[in-house]
């Protein structure tokens, strides 16, 4: 029986790429992706997750829901790098432009529909999470797991030197959804850092004649220069891909119960995750988080998938 999940993206090269894998996924079944702003401001992102779907054209159409801005607004994003449309505008098209449901309405929606069923794969901001939370104060227990893409346990952040990326964008809604009674595993930095794609695996994506491989041929090559440019690698990260293989495939992670919060203000802290691993911790454990990884296994995973996905898109 496919696991229902609901993939909460902020389009982004990584969430693209892990919506080609998830979309043609046997083991999966995407009830819905839901737009949240992060990477690019909400409006985009909506529209890149209607034009991702559309150009991909999956075996079951997912509904799709629009993002909306946090309540404090979006502090950052990461066009600079990833360019205005956060695809490398490469002008990714999409024919019917349509006015979706909010995303929180949809992650309460298909929920609801499924008590204890859905697994939310949450690989941006957790604004649409927390808002579905307060829309809806019941769904964190009906909720069969949240999978989060984001924060740091040991390591350095990255869009601040204490914060990564997806908390740093909503830290009020990362405590929220933190604090909830939800069951959540939390895929940090630390180890989604591990993994890099190297040249090799551009060189080895599904054939041009696929959808899958056309639309990460025309994605993926600008992501390999920004990471060139801005940091020297010869390779990318694929933190959210990285987080839906832990869905796919969780005997390749090993994870540990932790007590995890966000600092939601200080100057140069805001959106740190803080864990209590004191020898005596007060706090009480509300999440387990992803300690460890097998780098090559995710890779060849990833690989795996994406053949299979090319598979699923090739001709017409
Ligand atoms: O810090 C990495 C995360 O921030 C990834 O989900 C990336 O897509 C951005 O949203
Ligand atoms: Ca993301």
Redesign the pocket.
Known sequence: MPRKVILD???????ALALCMALFDPRLEVVAVTAVG??VPPQQATRNVQAIVEQLDPPRLPRVGAASPPDAGLPVD?RHLYGIDGLGDVEIQVAELRAPHPSEKIICDEVRAAPEEVTLVA???LTNIARAFQRDPELPSLVHRIVI??GTVSGSG??TPAA???IF?DPVSARAVFRSRSTKTLVP?DV?NRVILTFDFLDQLPAEATRVGKFLRRILPPAYRAYRQEWGLEGI?A??TV?LVAVTNPEWFKTQEMAGDVETRGELTKGATVFDRRRAPAWRCNMEVVTDLDAEKVVEEIQRNLAHAGKCTAGR
């Open positions: 993206v902020d389009p982004g090269f990584d969430d992060g990477n990461s690989l941006g901001p893409m984001g990255n869009i990564e990326f997806n964008c930095l989604t990260h933190h959210d987080t």
